[in-house]
């Protein structure tokens, strides 16, 4: 069994930046990916990005290239999102989501994970 807890959501104004981060205990394994999806009201839930736990690579939708990065800790377990130039499109709810031995073809196909967590909110607003 896998936890994932995420915090670090709230409030930014349109050009900010926030921190998300993803806290993972329970079994783990090299072949994990971890991801970052999210859902915002009345659409379907949307990948973001993903990274392989051992390394690299790192995989990230056209929508937030450039602005938004996905790093790990393996010490820590914790997985990162650093969103920076947010616009209001970004407001969502963000989660996170662990599977595994996916191939990185699969790596944006919420259907292919395993575990996730209860999300957290991201709001961008003036």
């Known amino acids: 069994q896998v936890q994932l807890v995420e915090s670090g959501g709230g409030l930014v104004q349109p050009g900010g930046s926030l921190r998300l981060s993803c806290e993972g205990s329970?079994?783990?394994?090299?072949?994990?990916?971890m991801s970052w999806f999210r859902q915002a009201p009345g659409k379907e839930r949307e990948f973001v990005a993903a990274?392989?736990?051992?390394?690299?690579?790192?995989v990230y939708a056209d929508s937030v290239k450039g602005r938004f990065t996905i790093s790990r800790d393996t010490a820590k377990k914790t997985m990162y999102l650093q969103m920076n130039t947010l616009t209001p499109e970004d407001t969502a709810v963000y989660y996170c989501?662990?599977?595994?031995?996916?191939?990185?073809?699969?790596?944006?196909?919420?259907?292919?994970?395993?575990?996730w967590g209860r999300g957290t909110q991201v709001t961008v607003s003036s």
């Open positions: 989501a662990s599977g595994f031995g996916l191939i990185v073809s699969s790596w944006s196909t919420s259907r292919y994970y395993d575990y």
């Open positions: 329970g079994r783990t394994s090299n072949n994990y990916v």
């Open positions: 990274i392989r736990w051992s390394c690299g690579p790192t």
